[in-house]
């Protein structure tokens, strides 16, 4: 479990690529919202290995930057909810409608809440860290938002989404991100002592102190 914790996101870099090679060699198999909805779980791994593999970052942005801590380093994120939240959410809530491609709701769902990323990535960080590129917007900007815009046209185009689609796919992505995402990481899962730290390597990815550092001098 201390190996998952510490390179969780270095596991699904590899699942990543596994997931892209089977989408090369099975995309005649495929039909188009299939194929879409495989490629934005792809993007989910990439944009969580942005976040906190290469060039990483992540912990101290959250910690340090948006939600400032005495105790940056396990609070509020920490190494165990990283994982956690990180891993339910790409495992379930992105896995899972690649096998069930025609349930647009539940396609639907991870669309929107990729895209919304762009809300924490291109707003609310670039202010806070003093510089537009942040770990994570790069997936959010070149992957999640052309695949959603595309499968919304593709869905809509076809006439294969009803009102009801809409509805259930904005109430799961809502309460995914108020049960997962935020009870889950900075309250249930949140604990300033902590006994999984992020390492000292984990805290320096991206420079962020010393971003910090030059922002509010």
Avoid at 51 to 77: D, F, R, W
Avoid at 139 to 148: D, M, Q, R, S, T
């Amino acid at each position: 479990m201390k190996f998952l914790r510490r390179h969780w996101y270095n596991v699904g870099l590899v699942v990543a690529i596994i997931s892209s090679i089977y989408l090369i060699v099975a995309w005649g198999d495929m039909g188009v919202l299939q194929r879409l909805l495989l490629m934005n779980f792809i993007v989910i791994l990439l944009h969580q290995f942005e976040e906190y593999g290469l060039p990483g970052g992540e912990p101290a942005v959250m910690n340090m930057a948006l939600q400032p801590s005495s105790t940056p380093n396990c609070y509020p994120l920490n190494q165990n909810s990283a994982m956690i939240t990180n891993v339910s959410i790409s495992y379930s809530m992105y896995l899972i409608p690649v096998f069930f491609p025609n349930v647009i709701w539940l396609g639907l769902a991870p669309m929107l809440f990729g895209m919304m990323q762009f809300m924490v990535h291109g707003i609310m960080t670039p202010k806070k860290l003093g510089q537009f590129y942040n770990p994570g917007l790069g997936a959010v900007v070149l992957g999640h938002i052309p695949l959603a815009i595309y499968y919304i046209y593709y869905i809509h185009s076809n006439g294969i989404v009803t009102g009801w689609d809409w509805i259930v796919g904005i109430i799961y992505m809502i309460i995914t991100t108020l049960i997962v995402v935020n009870k889950m990481t900075y309250s249930w899962l949140a604990d300033k002592n902590s006994p999984y730290p992020f390492t000292e390597e984990e805290m320096k990815k991206f420079n962020v102190p010393e971003k910090l550092r030059k922002l509010n001098k």
